[in-house]
């Protein structure tokens, strides 16, 4: 058995000697997928919402291009389906993706309804972008490029305005708690001010975002540790396509700058992925071009910095002009304007980095997890809406439509009332030589990116392994009493889940590139899955899912 199937708590703990609170819905994520699961479960308990940074510090809040949905007139529901399904390069659940396209739409008039902003023509009708794998425009987008900002201040008033929600923001869920019938009964958290605390919940819904931070490069903010995922796993949750990470092709490349994404709707707009010398890159590797599935698009610039010896390729932008670029993304246009570059004048360098996390908490289109009482949704969740590859803008939409279903699955289960109980962990520690925990950290995320990032090969899988066990005998064998300590455990964990499913599946598809199996396997479309107990992958074929028809 390996340290990362052995360790059940991160920390020590007696129930009984830690303050304790009830609720009837326990959120842990206060992105798109939380907010919204919480406003809907608030009409029928009470509900806590824990935030592990301040509110507004997550993937939700930083999201340029969109939400995807077939509103226009000429577009429709199958359209997107279908878009999605072929992004998704054969490993979509074709239920759940015929429920985030036909409820999508309603989503976003709930929330027009609530009083988000959106862009719209001079008619009135939604001014729709367009992004890579989509055969027309249907990206409802906000305030230029900051939808996720104009999102996010939405949801979050209507939570701060809804009676019976408790916010706990700077608050880091360590563990969940298993009744001795296998039901998951609520979470141990830690607060900077009010130290440890036992939340006991009739239901728990894991809302918590990805894994981003595993990877040196990485568009994601610093709370993006995965974990969640982390948690779910030494909880006994099955955990799902952990191989799927997806790079988004066009972020910002200059050195020692944060790797800002540049969203796909400024491609969308015109502007074409070019080289040094003014070639472009993508124009003879897909039908789409520049506007390809992300996965073709990610791949293609990869190769050709290989085969050209370039550290980065460039976004040529100018078309769109200076007051053209500042108008349609004024946020963009800022963060550019800080590193001296006028996207309607200079060339914007760029090289992928690590964006979303495909694979995560196993569930199906109600959020229901192998554990009862235990629900995900959003970016931690494998629902099976974005197979191996997710279509551009699909993520707030999928936080929005699965937020929601995973609270009324919560609800429609009468879950028994949360009782306390005596709730202890004792931590095996280890004697393995001491490590620096930074030192740790930053070397994981540079083997993950080196050895598990955008292009992959078996023997360096295996040695990942090896090195991420050995890492883990220090990290997992320690207690910790700070969040950097446990995110460390979580980022290790993760890692090590991500390089296990890269090694087994040996083919190349959608965003899983192996170099030793360059082809798609044609009886390759099966999820992967590990649960902590179990040290055998499991495989399921799509379709083979429980769908859930209820809504
Ligand atoms: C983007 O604007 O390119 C990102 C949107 C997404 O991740 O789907």
């Known amino acids: 058995m390996s340290i990362f199937d052995d360790r059940r708590y991160l920390i020590p703990f007696c129930s009984r000697l830690l303050p304790q609170l009830f609720t009837d819905s326990l959120i842990i994520g206060g992105g798109v997928a939380g907010m919204r699961g919480a406003i809907e479960a608030a009409m029928h308990g009470n509900v806590i919402v824990l935030a592990k940074g301040p509110l507004d510090l997550s993937n939700s809040q930083v999201a340029q291009g969109g939400i995807a949905a077939a509103l226009a007139q000429e577009d429709s529901t199958q359209e997107h389906f279908h878009d999605t399904m072929t992004a998704g390069a054969g490993l979509c659940e074709h239920h759940a993706v015929r429920v985030l396209v036909e409820e999508g739409p309603r989503e976003i008039e709930r929330l027009i309804e609530s ?55 700077r608050c880091f869920a360590l563990d969940l708690c298993v009744d001795p019938q296998g039901r998951v009964a609520g979470a141990l958290t830690w607060h900077p001010k009010h130290g440890l605390q036992v939340i ?42 952990m191989e799927f990470m997806q790079f988004h092709p066009t972020t910002l490349y200059i050195a020692g700058a944060p790797r800002h994404l540049i969203s796909e709707a400024v491609r969308g707009e015109g502007a074409i992925i070019v080289d040094r010398s003014g070639t472009r890159i993508m124009v003879a590797r897909h039908p789409q071009g520049d506007l390809a599935p992300r996965d073709v698009v990610t791949r293609g610039i990869v190769e050709h910095l290989a085969q050209s010896n370039e550290s980065h390729a460039f976004l040529d932008a100018r078309s769109i002009g200076s007051a053209g670029f500042a108008n349609r993304f004024p946020g963009l246009a800022a963060t550019l304007a800080g590193y001296g570059i006028d996207a309607g004048r200079d060339l914007i360098p760029i090289h992928p980095a690590a964006h979303y996390t495909v694979g995560g908490v196993q569930t199906d289109v109600d959020g229901r997890t192998n554990l009862p009482g235990l629900f995900a949704c959003g970016e931690v969740a494998s629902n099976g809406v974005h197979g191996a590859n997710r ?45 620096d925990l930074d030192d740790v950290r930053s070397s994981l995320r540079s083997a993950m990116w080196r050895n598990v990032g955008i292009v992959r090969e078996g023997a360096k899988l295996r040695d990942c392994l090896d090195m991420f066990s050995f890492w883990g005998r220090y990290a997992l064998g320690t207690v910790f009493e700070t969040p950097e300590g446990w995110e460390t455990q979580n980022l290790l964990t993760v890692g090590h889940l991500m390089t296990r499913a890269a090694g087994e599946r040996r083919e190349t598809r959608g965003s899983h590139v192996r170099t030793d199996w360059p ?12 649960v902590r107990s179990d040290a055998s992958a499991r495989r399921e074929r799509v379709g083979e899912d429980v769908a859930s028809t209820s809504s």
């Open 391 to 435: 279509l551009a803008s699909n993520s707030l939409l999928e936080g929005l439509v699965f937020g929601r279903r995973a609270v009324l699955a919560s609800v429609r289960e009468s879950l028994p009332d949360p009782v306390p109980m005596q709730w202890e962990s004792r931590v095996r520690t280890s004697v393995a030589g001491e490590l």
């Open 115 to 169: 009083g988000m902003r959106i862009d719209r023509a001079q008619c009135g009708a939604p001014s729709l972008g367009l992004e890579g794998g989509h055969g027309r425009p249907r990206i409802v987008h906000s305030d230029g490029d900051m939808t996720g900002r104009e999102l996010m201040r939405t949801l979050c008033a209507s939570v701060k305005e809804t009676p019976g929600i408790r916010l706990f923001d």
């Open 519 to 530: 082809d798609v396997d044609p009886d390759g479309a099966f999820h992967i899955s590990w």
């Open 200 to 241: 006991w919940s009739r239901a728990t819904i894991l809302a918590a975002g990805g894994a981003g931070q595993v990877y040196r490069e990485t568009s994601n903010p610093r709370v993006a540790t995965g974990d969640a995922i982390a948690m779910a796993w030494r909880a006994g949750a099955v955990i799902r396509d």
